[in-house]
């Protein structure tokens, strides 16, 4: 067990000697260790290199770090060997001997390097691959350079120091300040002025408050804050503290997702280790300040991530709303003032601290300063996260960083915010990003997610998505939320099932109406913005929809028929052979032919056709062609 440090200049002191006894030239093969590149076997990849390394008798010359997410999801397993930075890309366990042998003798393995769609050409070091050079990664950075289970590697890299300026040279007055100063915005979600935040939980009265960290992220697609937690948990651990001391708290709780095993795991690590060195609990760096952190893990409600619900839960009642008539802020925990920041926020107030609000606020734009961490998925080319300075546009993100649309189909839309968010579409890709151009468009930033959407996606269909899925995420306490969101959900089912009414859009607008007023919580007030936005920018879709009974998508099954191009069949059976409904007839040498009354319009036969054949075709809002003659055998003469 390591000494307990009594000060900041021990705390300087050990720093130093950890960098001692690091050289910055010796190779160090990172590899990433996130959740998402543990889905592509990434523990096994580094255990791989661990024994590639001792086998090739290269232990005191090659380190090995399983590290936190690098970002780039869509490469897994990602792997950097620094301090070149040389990226390689999809490695597996196989790799490990060629990449181990290839920085023994300081060369570089072409076969496993990113190659660029556009140029075609490979890209050796990371900071030259577009996804990453086109982000400014002042949070999120550090996860590449961390073991997340060694403290160690996070005071190397200046970890704590802005704890230790806090606790030696700043009064918490000046620290709050400092963090007013900067115009952090809340990254959860409503962008709520943190610095506000804090100072409305200082100044009410009372000798216990708490500090809490929501790691509750729910929405759909969106891994920006269990990546955080997973990879640099002391960047989120020393945020908190730094809180606590600026608010007068001695307690702090993270509260986390019941789905994020890994970031539970971290955390805990890092809060033993954290204790172990006196940098939490008692007398903290021998300022007297005492703060104590507990975990608490979600049940797995998204409603829980809403604020009073979230405090409800960590006294160990049921996750569930109360009126706002008073803020968390004044009466959170057990009734007592408590300060709510998501992970993101909380990870960020380090850098403030030791760079100062200026610094922080030369960043972004004129209402939104700093950066934003996104998790961009969906129909885009490279998927990951991404974090850009506010003010960065749409099309930017979506085309500079995430490298454009899937198969060079057509952008039609992006969702921001989570099922709290709404749809923007093309017109609007030149948005600066930031809290308000957000919002003024009928969407939200939210805690980051972004899902790209391409010329193939329903927009009624993604509406009904995502009410289906508040639907089951409402508590069910408020009348607006929870009957509205039925309402809603029968609405749109009817209108992709082609029975919707023509007066079904005045009814969908009039209870997102009650919905936005009447709510108890957030999650009902935003509930309909996803359907309005749709409703606002898509409306033609919904008419179409309603008046044609027809998807201009093609998407939604009950509106979709598929049927086969007798002048572009080639009889190679592949469709026949996969169809589930038995629906696909025709034989060797012999076009082949759909029954339309058997058919479920499931689309595997236009999922499994080839493209070079391109014979199955999809329709909607029109009737399908005729079979050709029984026995009608396909023509050679093209294949001549």
């Not at 889905?39 to 290199?49: C, K, L, M």
């Not at 000798?207 to 929501?214: D, M």
């Not at 972004?364 to 885009?380: C, H």
């Not at 696909?584 to 499994?608: A, M, P, R, Y």
């Amino acid at each position: 067990m390591p000494n307990r440090l009594s000060s900041a200049e021990e705390l300087e002191k050990l720093r130093a000697e950890i960098l001692s006894k690091r050289d910055s030239k010796k190779p160090t093969i990172a590899i990433c260790s996130g959740t998402g590149c543990e889905t592509y076997g990434s523990g096994v990849v580094h255990r791989a290199f661990l024994q590639e390394v001792k086998a090739q008798g290269l232990e005191d010359k090659i380190d090995v770090r399983a590290t936190g997410c690098h970002g780039f999801c869509e490469k897994g397993v990602v792997v950097v060997v620094f301090p070149e930075e040389i990226s390689y890309v999809k490695v597996k366990q196989e790799d490990a001997a060629e990449v181990v042998e290839a920085v023994a003798n300081n060369k570089v393995l072409d076969r496993l390097l990113y190659v660029d769609p556009v140029t075609g050409k490979k890209i050796a070091k990371e900071a030259d691959i577009p996804f990453y050079k086109n982000q400014s990664r002042i949070v999120f950075g550090a996860n590449k350079l961390i073991d997340p289970k060694k403290i160690e590697d996070y005071i190397a890299l200046g970890g704590y120091s802005a704890l230790a300026k806090a606790l030696s040279k700043m009064s918490p007055e000046a620290v709050l300040e400092e963090v007013k100063k900067s115009n952090l915005r809340g990254r959860g979600g409503g962008g709520f002025p943190a610095g506000t935040k804090w100072e409305e939980t200082k100044n009410t009265p009372g000798n216990i408050k708490y500090a809490v960290v929501n790691c509750d992220e729910g929405d759909p697609g969106a891994y920006m804050d269990r990546s955080l937690t997973e990879g640099n948990p002391h960047s989120v651990l020393e945020g908190l503290i730094l809180c606590g001391y600026a608010i007068g708290a001695h307690q702090g709780y993270i509260y986390v997702r019941q789905e994020y095993p890994l970031a539970v795991e971290n955390l805990k690590i890092a809060l033993q280790q954290a204790e172990e060195y006196g940098l939490l609990g008692k007398n903290i760096l021998g300022s007297g300040f005492d703060f104590d952190v507990g975990t608490h893990r979600g049940a797995g409600a998204f409603v829980s991530g809403e604020s009073s619900a979230l405090m409800a839960a960590i006294e160990g009642k049921t996750g569930e709303p109360r009126l706002k008539y008073i803020h968390t802020a004044v009466s959170g925990i057990k009734g007592r003032p408590t300060n709510l920041n998501n992970v993101e926020t909380y990870a960020t107030v380090p850098l403030i601290i030791n760079k100062g609000a200026d610094w922080f606020r030369s960043i972004g734009t004129a209402e939104s300063k700093g950066t934003k961490i996104f998790s961009l998925v969906g129909k885009v080319n490279n998927t990951g996260l991404v974090e850009i300075p506010m003010g960065m546009t749409l099309r930017q993100i979506i085309y500079d960083i995430g490298g454009g649309i899937l198969n060079g189909k057509k952008f039609k839309g992006v969702q921001t915010g989570g099922p709290s968010g709404g749809i923007i579409p093309e017109k609007h890709l030149d948005t600066p990003v930031d809290f308000d151009a957000l919002t003024d468009l009928g969407s939200m930033m939210g805690s980051g997610g972004m899902v790209v959407m391409d010329e193939d996606t329903c927009m009624v269909d993604v509406a009904r998505y995502f009410v289906d899925f508040l639907c089951g995420e409402s508590c069910g306490k408020c009348i607006p939320c929870r009957e509205g969101l039925r309402l809603l959900q029968r609405i749109l089912t009817d209108i992709c099932n082609g029975e919707g009414q023509p007066g079904d859009l005045d009814t969908i607008e009039e209870v997102a109406e009650v919905m936005v007023d009447a709510s108890l919580c957030a999650l009902g007030s935003t509930a309909a913005n996803p359907v309005l936005s749709t409703l606002k920018y898509f409306r033609d879709e919904y008419e179409a929809h309603i008046k044609e009974k027809r998807c201009p998508a093609k998407f939604c099954k009950a509106l979709t028929s598929y049927y086969i191009d007798p002048t572009k069949c080639e009889a190679c059976l592949i469709c026949l052979r996969n169809c589930p409904a038995g629906a696909v007839n025709g034989g060797k040498g012999l076009i082949h032919w759909i029954d339309q009354e058997k058919c479920t319009s499931c689309g595997v036969c236009f999922d499994v056709c080839p493209p070079r054949f391109n014979a199955v075709v999809k329709i909607s809002g029109e009737p399908v062609p005729p079979p050709p003659p029984a026995g009608t055998k396909v023509s050679r003469k093209k294949e001549a």
